[in-house]
């Protein structure tokens, strides 16, 4: 844990970062949510597979929205792998090691009395005549074709109609109506298992959706399985990463929870039955930019949540992301690198050294693995390494098998290993035929003959590991180390 102030809620997180001077930047220019913010920050901080120009650069927050008086916008928070490090006191590159282990020692919420709950400082009810969703919040959408205003970083949290057991997860919410949001679910996601169940009893499914909280949140919320399955409070893996349980409480409206000290709680129930089309309004035939770097499909039918209310904090701050940036590469991401390490030690111990899931790959479809060799019976267990990979997070596309003498956070030092280290016609596997991901456009029956439905793709390991019989051909050119300090004081050789 970090020696600075607990982080427990947002703003605690912006208070630490504020400490840095490079990590938080605010403008009290006004802006449109409607395209403008997200254009900005484009520029700004959102790298990952955003549309060149972009970069990395710190968060922002816009302190004045067209058209609200009492709102603020934060973007970008999770945008850069070292501010995420930062607010969980630790190194960029032992970040996924962090959330192995707190997916291992679990600490479950807690719930708290309503009157001491943050979020529910301020209340709106939809049962108000003046109740409207956008009069209330500034939901953002990234593009001019966007299907309508989103909200891409709620903490949609419900319970299984059946068990009681909850679950939380990161869904594109869109704004249909003055209170109704759809609902995008990727097929095989917790709470759509929820939602069918209830919609098979005829019954609406309860479900808050609190929106700026903890990262810790957001990150733990990604976790997927076999990691967490049904069942698995992801909100236990944040409760480990702060050592302190989240506190949750009961909704005002509806038979659900919300975290306590979100900035904003939307409350409300997805209703059985019932379904609108995604771009009912635009009819564009697009979405949202997903993090592929396209935008994605407006789908044609999607549950709705009606909404029954909306609480926040005073002066709140919404919190919003630009769906192809680094934010996402890292809130997919850095789950998946500890999934996959922790699937890996169990089977193989010692053997693989880490992961990392880099921007380029989405947070979700690549995977570089960096492995040593250690004698001869090692070889081949590279392969292996890879397949378990596949094993622990079903949506990876690609791995990179590397020793353990190049820097997986340097893609110039992973493409240096796959220029020198790989024959395409005896260092690739391909694994044709197998369910992905919806959203990568390529997985598409049209693209290749070997697809034969959306969402099915071939999976690949490069393998750009030295045979260990050949390790003394490879060695790298050995430098002196020396005291760069002596010629240039305060030099970090880490940056």
Request: aromatic share 8%.
């Amino acid at each position: 844990m970090s020696e600075h102030a607990p982080v427990n809620d947002l703003r605690s997180a912006l208070a630490l970062l504020d400490r840095y001077g490079d990590e938080l930047i605010g403008t009290d220019e006004p802006v449109d949510p409607a395209a403008e913010l997200s254009g900005v920050y484009r520029y700004v901080g959102a790298h990952g597979t955003v549309m060149r120009p972009t970069r990395v650069g710190p968060a922002m927050i816009f302190n004045r929205i067209k058209g609200y008086d009492d709102m603020r916008v934060l973007i970008g928070l999770l945008c850069s792998r070292r501010r995420v490090a930062r607010l969980f006191g630790t190194e960029p590159e032992k970040l996924a090691f962090l959330l192995k282990d707190s997916v291992a020692n679990p600490i479950a919420p807690v719930v708290i009395p309503r009157e001491q709950a943050k979020c529910q400082e301020v209340v709106h009810l939809a049962s108000d005549p003046d109740f409207d969703i956008l009069k209330i919040l500034p939901a953002p959408t990234n593009t001019p074709e966007d299907a309508g205003p989103y909200f891409t970083l709620g903490m949609c949290y419900a319970a299984d109609p059946e068990t009681g057991e909850h679950d939380v997860t990161i869904h594109r919410l869109c704004v249909q109506g003055r209170d109704e949001i759809s609902m995008y679910f990727v097929p095989g996601r917790h709470l759509d298992v929820f939602r069918q169940k209830a919609e098979a009893a005829g019954k609406p499914l309860p479900i808050s959706v609190s929106i700026g909280v903890d990262p810790a949140i957001e990150i733990g919320a990604c976790f997927e399985p076999p990691t967490t399955p049904l069942g698995f409070d992801e909100l236990s893996i944040a409760g480990s990463l702060r050592n302190r349980p989240v506190e949750l409480t009961e909704c005002i409206t509806v038979g659900a929870r919300a975290i306590a000290n979100a900035e904003i709680v939307i409350e409300g129930e997805l209703l059985p039955n019932y379904r609108v089309q995604e771009d009912q309004h635009t009819h564009t035939g697009k979405a949202m930019p997903e993090f592929p770097g396209y935008t994605g499909e407006a789908q044609a039918a999607v549950p709705v949540i009606k909404v029954k209310a909306i609480t926040h904090r005073r002066h709140p701050i919404l919190q919003t992301c630009i769906g192809p940036s680094d934010e996402h590469t890292n809130l997919a991401g850095i789950p998946t690198e500890a999934s996959i390490l922790q699937m890996v030690e169990r089977a193989l111990p010692g053997f693989v050294q880490n992961v990392h899931c880099p921007s380029p790959g989405t947070g979700k479809y690549l995977a570089v693995i960096q492995v040593k060799k250690r004698f001869a019976g090692d070889e081949g267990r590279q392969r292996q390494a890879a397949l378990l990979a596949f094993a622990a997070f079903s949506e990876l596309k690609h791995v990179m098998l590397v020793d353990e003498d190049v820097d997986i956070f340097d893609m110039n030092d992973v493409m240096w290993a796959m220029t020198t280290r790989y024959q395409g016609d005896a260092s690739t596997v391909f694994i044709p035929g197998v369910r992905c991901h919806p959203l990568d456009p390529s997985s598409d029956p049209a693209f290749s003959p070997s697809i034969r439905d959306r969402g099915i793709a071939c999976k690949t390991i490069f393998d750009c590991t030295v045979p260990y019989d050949m390790k003394h051909s490879f060695r790298r050119s050995a430098f002196m180390d020396v005291d760069v300090e002596r010629f240039i004081p305060g030099f970090n050789r880490k940056k």
